[in-house]
Structure formats: C-alpha cells, structure tokens
C-alpha cells in the first residue's frame, strides 16, 4: 500500500535519532555556542528577550504578535536554560530551520490540522523585517508552534506526551537543523496512517468547490431505468472516481458495476441497486469527507503506536476483524459487535489464551435484562439451552434446581442467580473464545447464531466481538503462536473445555474507523453507527486544530501552498 510519509530517512534511522536527541547527542545548545561570541545584536536580543520571557509567564492569556501562546511553561522554561538566546535567526537572516519548520506548517492540511493553530499566518518570515521586535516575537512564536505540534502529534488519551522530547531539541537546534525530521518521528509511524494522510492530501486538491444538488432518495435506481436521476447518479460517482464510461441518463451495466464499488468502499449492500441507504450515503458532501478523515487520523494519533509485528485488530464502526502475522494479513472476517446502547469499547490488550469448548458464565446485566424475561415466559428456556443456576458464581458453585424459584418474584432489584452455560451447540460463546485482559470484561468468541453475518449491519452483541470464523483464527494463532513442541494439527472433535495459553501473546485492538484506505489503496467510510466522531470533532476545533473543511481546502489551494508538489 502506497504510503504518503516523507521518506526521509529509515525507521531505525529515526529511532536513533530520537534516542541521541534525548540523550543528549554531540550538538551545543545554542547558548553554549553564543558564549564568548556575543554581538551587539545577540546582547540587545537577550536584554529585551528577558523581560518578555518574563512577563508572559504571568499573564492569563500570554500571546506574541497577537497570538495565543501555548506553551508558556515550556516556553519559559527553554529560554531560561537558553540564556534568552535567539534560536531561529540572527540579525541577518532567518536560519534554515525556521524556513524548514514554516514550510512544513503549510501541509498540515493533509493532517486534518489547521496551520493557524501553529501561527502560520503569523510567522511571515520576512527577511526585510529583522528589528529586534520581530525577531523576537517570530522566535516566540516559532518556539510555541514546534512545543505545539511536537505535543499534538504525539497525544495520546492520557494527555500530551512530547514535550520531553521537543525542549532538549530545541535547546541543541543548530541554524542548519531541519525540525520537521523530528515531528515525523512523534506522527504515527503505521503505513494507514500515511496512507489515509495522502488521501485527505489528494481529496484536498480534487474536491469540489460547490456541492451538488441532492440526489432524491425517495426512489430506488437500478439496470434499465432512465432519466435525469439516473444521469444526476452517473455524474455524482464519476466525479468519486468511481465510473469511468460517460455520464448518461441510462442506467446501464457499466453504471452498475460503478455502483457496486461504490457500495463496496461504504460497507453498503453491494447490490448495484441505488436505494435510499446507497443514494443517501452519496449526497455525503466533500466537506463531510474531509471531515471524516481528518476525526480519524486524530484517532490514530490518539491510538497505540506500537501495534505488534503479530497482531489482531478489531474496526469496530467496519464490523470486520483482521489477523496479521509478520506484518501479512493472513485472515480476514466479518464480526458483530455491540449494540448501541452495549457498545463494543475502543481498547488495546494482548490475547493470553483460548478456551475451546467454552462455559459461559452471564452477566449480570444481560442475565436480568435478557434471559430473565426468557425464563418467565417460558419455563423449560433454561434446560433446553443448557444453562445452570446457583448462588455462587464460578465452576465450584452448587447448581440449583430451576423449578424451585419463583422466577416470577425476579427482578433487576432482587435477583440473587446466577446462571452458566453449559459448553455445546447453543453456547453463546461458540466453539472458542479468545481471552485478553482489559477493564471492559470484552472478548473474542464463536456463535451459534450463523445467520447474523449476512446482515448488511451487525451490531448484536452486549459488547463482545463474535467472529464468522473463530475456528480459522485459532487454528491460525495455534500454528504461529502456540505452545512450542506441539503439532499444528490440533484435535478439536472433543468436546472437552479446553484451556490453550500460547507461547508467544498476540496483541489485540479494538478500534473505531470510520475512515481509513484498503490493501488496495481504496478510501473505505463507514457509517458512525455509535456517534464517536463528533466528540472527537467537537475537541479539535475547541482546540484550535481544526475549524472547518473550508479552511483546510482554502490553505490546500492557496497560491503558497506546496501540497501537490510534494
């Protein structure tokens, strides 16, 4: 898959540079280097730097240049240790590295990030205007948008985490150093990372200016009809890059097969037929995509970074689940996940054992809320679903004969069972389920109920994920990661519980993409079955980072911009 990241240099290259930057490396800070060479200039620079310095430590809303400082702390701090030296020019030119780090400002759009949130329109660079106050407010302000990008690049749920690294960088940056290597080695380094970043890039400078009108959804479209829906329909997925032919008022079959791979990339019924879901989800506009991508490479920026060369991963909003060994996607399935008021957690942990011929033991919730009304209704439900009852939870628990409570009395308030399943047919775990630690009480397994995987939606479950084929991935983690001296070919006829721990633990992630490019370079959107992208919208643009898709196409195609070129 094709990747849009900077081929700068090697990840190992990379890791070795962030770890000489934090050790310390061979650089001088560039108060080191100034000492004994300090011009009339360079003393002036301190002298009026130190009482700025000073005085936007203590002020409610510090600012440079009429813009919101955010790193006053930081900020503070490094020019302190610096000796109020200035780090991004002297009193001829601006350095290369301020030059490198503006430039990199303009393609933050392809981030999803509004470059004004890092002083771009501020920071003007112009080498006509190398007074005292300019050098000193744009190096202020050069500062804070490097603290900025370094801490936002790399924030995780927890907070911010770069700070660490981006102050001792910039207490050795040399005139020469180009800061941007640094801030690509805090951006995710996984390939769909770059990946859907190149596609925010190139939907950036394709979209269009004007939205089209709305296609009515009122109608279904399919092979043989005709008219001006039809041709609104042909135009709308030749301008997606979807149908290549001529747009036409025919729907014929080259329109059709358009159709299909249209449907394909949005998870919808692939059935070349233009529906209400199908015609709605093509009225979505390219502002919305934009949008789209841009909640979602904040996901990634917010998610683990270190995936596991083995690993499984869950897409929650996709309902489909992937198994990759050695960096190679060796299975891939469909899933069904929580149902919206039992939502599937967006979590990371790592797979320890299988359980094969698994007992299940009910929630508490889904005991009351489910299988409750079951039993009241129907008194045989228990014993012809295999389920035991008790008071005690836990294999050693004393089972009770069902007949003997008044199931009736039972409620969420007085319900003192608990209930079992017996390993079998009906099992709600299936065949294996997959255990990982984590605080959500989540996990993969098989199901009985077959048929749900050929819904077009599949959001079932109480919060686990359960696979369409849990067989295949067991006999897959078996062989790759299983207790070393077995066979490959494991006996599963009995139907004896079986607990398997492996060998070598796999890594698992479950995750929420609403947006995000195939093995085959294709951008795929899903819908946002649980609402998760506007809150996460909602943060960047309190934050500043993103205002609007406008603003993103206006800095994408201003006559400044790099973006193409690069």
Not at 77 to 88: C, I, K, S, V
Request: charged share 20%.
């Amino acid at each position: 898959m094709a990747s849009g990241r900077p081929d700068r240099m090697s990840g190992t290259m990379r890791r070795a540079l962030t770890v000489s930057l934090i050790a310390g490396g061979c650089f001088f800070s560039a108060a080191t280097y100034a000492e004994g060479f300090q011009t009339p200039a360079d003393l002036a620079f301190n002298a009026h730097m130190q009482p700025t310095v000073q005085r936007i430590s203590m002020q409610a809303w510090p600012a440079a240049g009429g813009m919101t400082l955010r790193n006053t702390q930081a900020l503070t701090e490094l020019y302190q240790r610096n000796g109020y030296q200035a780090l991004w020019s002297n009193p001829d030119h601006w350095h290369p590295a301020a030059l490198h780090l503006r430039a990199y400002l303009e393609q933050l759009p392809s981030h999803g990030l509004d470059p004004d949130s890092y002083h771009y329109t501020a920071l003007r660079l112009d080498p006509s205007k190398l007074n005292l106050a300019s050098r000193i407010e744009q190096d202020l302000l050069l500062s804070d948008s490097f603290l900025s990008l370094s801490n936002d690049f790399s924030a995780t749920e927890t907070g911010p985490q770069a700070t660490w690294v981006a102050l001792p960088w910039l207490l050795r940056l040399q005139p020469s150093d180009d800061p941007t290597v640094l801030l690509d080695t805090l951006l995710p380094q996984h390939p769909d990372y770059w990946a859907l970043s190149q596609a925010l890039q190139s939907l950036l400078l394709q979209a269009s200016p004007d939205p089209f009108a709305t296609l009515d959804t009122t109608a279904s479209l399919q092979l043989g009809h005709w008219g001006s829906k039809v041709e609104a329909l042909s135009q709308r997925l030749a301008w997606l890059g979807a149908y290549q032919g001529p747009t036409s008022d025919v729907f014929n079959e080259a329109l059709r097969q358009a159709l299909i791979r249209y449907q394909r990339s949005h998870g919808l019924n692939a059935d070349g037929i233009a529906g209400p879901a199908t015609l709605a989800a093509l009225n979505t506009t390219d502002a919305q995509r934009i949008e789209r991508i841009s909640v979602n490479l904040e996901r990634w920026r917010q998610s683990s970074r270190d995936w596991g060369d083995s690993h499984v991963r869950v897409n929650i909003a996709a309902q489909e689940m992937e198994y990759v060994h050695r960096g190679r996607t060796e299975l891939s399935m469909k899933v069904i996940v929580g149902k919206n008021d039992r939502q599937t957690p967006t979590t990371s942990g790592t797979i320890e054992y299988l359980v094969v011929n698994p007992y299940w033991n009910v929630p508490r919730r889904i005991a009351i809320d489910d299988k409750l009304p079951l039993i009241k209704s129907n008194p045989g439900y228990l014993e012809r679903h295999g389920f035991t009852v008790s008071t005690q939870a836990g294999e050693r628990a004393r089972p009770l004969d069902p007949d003997s409570i008044n199931w009736q009395d039972l409620n969420r308030e007085n319900f003192p069972y608990y209930l079992r399943q017996s390993p079998g047919q009906n099992n709600a775990l299936g065949r294996v389920k997959f255990m990982f630690p984590n605080n959500y009480s989540v996990y993969l397994h098989g199901t009985p109920s077959r048929h749900l995987f050929n819904r077009e939606e599949r959001f079932f479950s109480s919060g686990c994920v359960r696979l369409a084929e849990p067989m295949s991935l067991a006999r897959l983690m078996l062989r790759n990661h299983g207790p070393r001296g077995r066979s490959a070919d494991w006996d599963f006829s009995s139907n004896a519980t079986q607990r398997i721990f492996l060998a070598e633990p796999i890594p698992v992630h479950l995750q929420y993409w609403t947006a995000w490019v195939d093995r085959q370079g294709r951008v795929q959107y899903r819908q946002d079955a649980y609402h998760r992208d506007q809150p996460i919208l909602a943060q960047l643009i309190r934050s500043g980072r993103y205002s609007s898709a406008d603003r993103l196409l206006a800095f994408a195609r201003g006559p400044v911009n790099q973006l193409a070129s690069r």
